[in-house]
């Protein structure tokens, strides 16, 4: 069911964000912006979750910063519930000062952030002051915001407003984290490899998501859940729609194709497998009721913490992609694209995915 206490709250945050003196305008003939969450920068100890990655996400940032990106951090960017601030700077300074670099500038020249749950003290008096008495002035030129819109469309939040324990209560949450977690996590070296999650709540926080999206007929980007969904599309359900048209391709296909079809149609399957493994079974929940596919109202760009990458999401011109960052190769793997202006039609008519918006297949 929607709650109504995260739906007030995105919606008092949207209203607010885009308001003509906060919306950010966003030329798509030729304006470049990358998207990433929930890198949760540590102090380099076991509890770290982002250390694994932090080479690949910096060879990452160079190659946007090459190709003239702008880039905007969806919250969650620093791990201040297990760390202080200093802590962080001390190993990932060479990192935060390249975001800063390439963040996305407002209109009065500050570079933007948005802060999420494990961060939100970036966006207080206190923290600031306590730079300010360190001589710290690394984040001087910074804005942090709590959500931001891209002309009127295109609305960025990080998803954990409105959740008791991760929104009012927060300073409850980080002292569990920091004093218990923290501690288990460097004993036992647990949770070294991404966060633990309760698939039952994402799913329903996610569903909470697209409802809100739908009901506001607005591109809604979100982190926090660390899925990377694309087009109000998880990975389960891009498979689902590949092996049926690979069925359907198999039906017509001259015998000389079919074994190769059919070995497509064994891998996806078993990649529907393990994803159904993690979940004990449980399939994942739908945003929409079948046979008819959702509104494609709703994205995540996932996480930096993968134990096999990160993801993002790109906005280039006229096309969005939701990316994968490979671990091992460093290779940038482009899982899903669209044209943002399809989608945001598609948004605004409250019209459902359809063969033109479903995963384009390769040929075989």
């Known amino acids: 069911m929607f709650t109504g206490r995260t739906a007030k ?12 003196e906060n919306r950010l305008p966003f030329d798509f003939e030729k304006d ?5 969450s929930d890198h ?3 102090d380099g100890s ?5 250390k694994k990655n932090a080479l690949l996400y910096e060879s990452a940032l160079s190659f946007y910063k090459e190709k003239g990106f702008k880039l905007v951090v969806l919250g969650d960017n620093e791990e201040l519930w297990e760390c202080s601030y200093d802590q962080i700077l001390a190993i990932h300074r060479q990192i935060i000062e390249k975001e800063i670099e390439i963040a996305l500038v407002s209109s009065n020249q500050k570079k933007i952030r948005i802060w999420g749950n494990h961060d939100k003290e970036v966006s207080l008096g206190r923290l600031r002051r306590f730079l300010k008495a ?39 949450s980080r002292w569990a984290v920091q004093f218990v977690w923290k501690k288990i996590q460097k004993i036992f070296k647990i949770g070294i490899d991404g966060p633990a999650e309760n698939y039952e709540i994402r799913d329903n926080l996610e569903f909470q998501y697209y409802e809100w999206a739908k009901k506001n007929r607005v591109m809604l980007v979100c982190g926090h859940t660390h ?9 389960f359900d891009r498979l689902q729609i590949e092996i049926s048209h690979l069925k359907k391709l198999l039906k017509e296909a001259p015998s000389e194709a079919q074994k190769k079809l059919e070995k497509e149609i064994d891998r996806k399957k078993t990649e529907r497998e393990k994803i159904l493994k993690k979940r004990s079974g449980k399939m994942p929940r739908s945003f929409a009721k079948h046979p008819e596919w959702p509104v494609p109202c709703y994205f995540n760009d996932g996480c930096c913490g993968y134990t096999n990458g990160i993801t993002c999401l790109e906005i280039e011109k006229q096309t ?17 694209e669209e044209n943002i202006q399809l989608l945001l039609k598609y948004i605004k008519e409250g019209r459902s995915v359809d063969e033109s918006l479903e995963p384009k297949l390769k040929d075989y």
């Open 40 to 42: 949760h920068k540590g």
């Open 9 to 20: 709250k995105f919606s008092k945050i949207y209203k607010k964000a885009k308001k003509p």
């Open 46 to 50: 076991a509890a770290d979750d982002f």
């Open 320 to 336: 969005i992609r939701l990316i994968k960052w490979q671990r091992e190769t460093s290779k940038r793997i482009v899982l899903a």
């Open 32 to 36: 470049c912006l990358v998207l990433f």
């Open 227 to 235: 899925r990377a969904i694309f087009a109000s599309l998880t990975h």
């Open 134 to 172: 360190m001589r710290e002035k690394i984040l001087n030129k910074v804005e942090h915001r709590e959500g931001i819109c891209l002309g009127e469309d295109i609305f960025l939040i990080h998803g954990h407003q409105g959740r008791f324990f991760e929104d009012k209560a927060w300073r409850v």
